[in-house]
């Protein structure tokens, strides 16, 4: 038996195949989220490689198996180095290994910086569909202007969301000009009311949804009375919201033992009280329907970013690419290795 081709697929294949299938993908993240509540998955902690130089460096290792319709196995490791964007690169870049579940060979190497921004851009989306009970939101407040916020915005365009108003916050306040002028120029948003704020906390208010998308690796919001009006926060820098915030919240997560470690504002809370007990289920509960939203309560889903949705999107992206033609074939990749 000749071990299996090896893949390699490119940003620019990866990124065209995601592009105006951005609905497909929601589902594709959802299905996975299903396989994954239902026990037919395997996903460790990730491991965090730090550097005693660089603080605000890091490169993390998700390695992750999921059943299913998917059987797949995998490991993403993307690097984190916030330094990158003062020498005109992107904080984070990443590869995606695919592995065969019957015979162990991997079959696929895929640049995975957009595959990790899409997946966590589509299970924003789909939290915040599931806790809102709509694709409507009157205002959209948005803190971190980078990356990940645009591919959650492409998200919620391409899903049709019906979005009156955005405020946008970010340390550099041309980075959210810059934002707001790609929202405006937006096929269906000329009418939206785009605001760039002076302050964080400007972002909230009068927002019904809330996009936390920094670097932040300390909570720097602090004020409880930001979720007065209940609205539904997204917060997936996971580090940006204060013990007292997380309190006075419904929250939600997509695995809890993943989401309550590394100083996350979960971990922080727990350290607090002692206990879990704040934290009121995952995704996969509300997809489910074993638990609700209350509707007059603010709702905080932190996710921390599961390895199975990496392997899920990265195989619908490889199976679209290999189907097309594209993509670098190698099959000598492993002639010559030992038995």
Known sequence: ?????????????????????????????????????????????????????????????????????????????????????RRGLPRASATLILNDCATGYPFACLESSIVSATRTAASAVLGAQTLLGTRRARRVGIVGTGLIARHVWRFLRELGWEIGGFRLFDLDPAAADRFGAAIGSAAGAADAEIVVADRVEDAFTDCDLVLLTTVAGEPHVHDPCLLAHHPVVLHLSLRDLAPELILAAQNFTDDVDHAVRERTSLHLTEQRTGNRDFIDGTLGDLLRGRRRRDPGRPAVFSPFGLGVLDLAVGQWVHDRVVAAGRGHRESGFFTGAED
């Open 1 to 85: 038996m000749a071990p299996p081709l090896m893949t390699v697929i490119g940003a620019g294949d990866i990124a065209a195949e995601i592009d105006r299938h951005r609905p497909e993908l929601t589902e594709v993240v959802r299905a996975a989220y299903l396989v994954h509540d239902a026990g037919d998955s395997s996903n460790p902690h990730s491991s965090f490689l730090r550097f005693p130089h660089r603080d605000r460096s890091r490169i993390i290792s998700l390695p992750a198996y999921l059943g299913g319709e998917f059987e797949v196995a995998g490991n993403k490791w993307i690097a984190s180095f916030p330094d990158n964007t």
